[in-house]
């Protein structure tokens, strides 16, 4: 159970590249299938926002959930996860806990 004054994780940002050695044809055969469960999943808000990373290496995404395991469940479903063809890293996110101190509010969470 998290204290009051534990931030209060709002979405989960997830960073998915390819694994070492994928090459570029194995991620394409499955790109058809990513692509429509990726839609799937905006449509119905689990994808909030979606980019490709600047570097070439895979996409970002802002997730409508709760906590990393609802991320990783999410992000197990799709396709060039469930080939084993990318690994995926997701951070909890949520409401920038110092702008608390602007409205004059003592807590503030530990940093860990």
Same mark, same amino acid.
């Not at 996409?59 to 063809?85: Q, R, T």
């Given at each position: 159970?998290?204290? !009051? ?14 694994? !070492? ?22 449509? #119905? ?9 600047? #570097? ?6 802002? +997730? #409508?959930?709760?906590?990393? #395991? ?24 949520? !409401? +920038?806990? !110092? +702008?608390?101190?602007? +409205? ?9």
């Amino acid at each position: 159970m998290k204290t !009051p004054s534990e931030p209060t994780a709002t979405g989960v940002l997830a960073l998915v590249t390819a694994k !070492p050695g994928v090459t570029r044809e194995q991620v394409m055969k499955f790109m058809p299938a990513e692509i429509r469960a990726t839609v799937r999943l905006y449509l #119905d808000g689990t994808i909030r926002q979606w980019y490709s990373r600047g #570097d070439g290496k895979g996409a970002v995404f802002l +997730l #409508d959930c709760k906590g990393e #395991d609802e991320a990783h469940a999410v992000l197990d479903g799709l396709p060039l996860a469930a080939e084993n063809l990318v690994d995926h890293q997701v951070i909890p996110v949520g !409401p +920038l806990m !110092p +702008l608390g101190a602007l +409205l004059g509010e003592a807590r503030q969470p530990p940093i860990k």
